[in-house]
């Protein structure tokens, strides 16, 4: 059985990560969409920054829950015929085990040099224009793909989702493409789908079962009926 799991940001929920669009999701009253555009690093890069610096230092303060951990059971099981394709740009997958991750919307971890394009693994801070480690100019943008931007691994995901037996849909509202049309494509190519997130999304109806609660506690509960 080939597997599909899109995760966002309610899967890192209960690892202390704020999700986007719940109540307590704006960012220092800014919503979302205010930081993370190409413009808005155009008009304003330091505020910017800030906020792509003050989640990539969060990172370190937290653990994955019991929802990545099931993932990665999952995966053992699975292998080649499990792939995690997320939204979110921390990197909890890998940390509890994870191989097979594909990050649609790019990494914190990683940043993205506009003058030579390279991508280079970074922890630290990127607000103080610190020089590219290739080419030296200070050019370095955060690694992750604002609205308005294609996002990563196109090709492979959609390759996956249209061969998946099974996609399943974890901890995200749907309100963001082209990943809110993933059910879509794949109900058409004939898998089955399921969706395991705190409340019903906003495309809730398009899946073949829908189940509400926690992650950590329907992604156990689920790998575990799988497995
Ligand atoms: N368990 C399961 N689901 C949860 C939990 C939880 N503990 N907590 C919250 N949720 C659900 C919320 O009910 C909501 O439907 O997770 C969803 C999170 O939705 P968003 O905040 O919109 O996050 P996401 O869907 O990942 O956003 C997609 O939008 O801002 C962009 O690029 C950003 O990748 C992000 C994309």
Known sequence: MRVVVLTGAGISA??????????EGLWHGHRVEEVATPEAF????????????????ALAAVEPN?????????????????????????DLHERSGSRRV??????????LCRACAGHFDWT??????????RCGRRELRPDVVWFGEI????????GAVGRADLFVSVGTSGAVHPAA??????AGQGARTLELNLVPSEGSHLFDESRQGPASHLV??????LR
């Open 151 to 158: 996002p990563y691994d196109m090709d492979r995901i959609l």
């Open 66 to 90: 019991a929802a990545h951990r099931a993932l990665a059971r999952l995966e053992e099981t699975l292998g080649d015929d499990l792939l995690v394709v997320t939204q979110n740009i921390d």
């Open 14 to 23: 209960e690892s202390g990560l704020p999700t986007f669009r719940d109540a």
């Open 102 to 111: 594909l990050h649609m919307h790019g990494r914190l971890r990683s940043a």
């Open 42 to 57: 155009e008009r304003q890069p330091s505020l910017v920054h800030r906020f792509y610096d003050e989640r990539r230092a």
């Open 181 to 186: 049309g993933f059910v879509q494509y794949a």
């Open 124 to 133: 630290g801070d990127l607000g103080g224009a610190p020089p590219c480690p």
């Open 220 to 225: 156990p509960e689920w790998v575990a009926e």
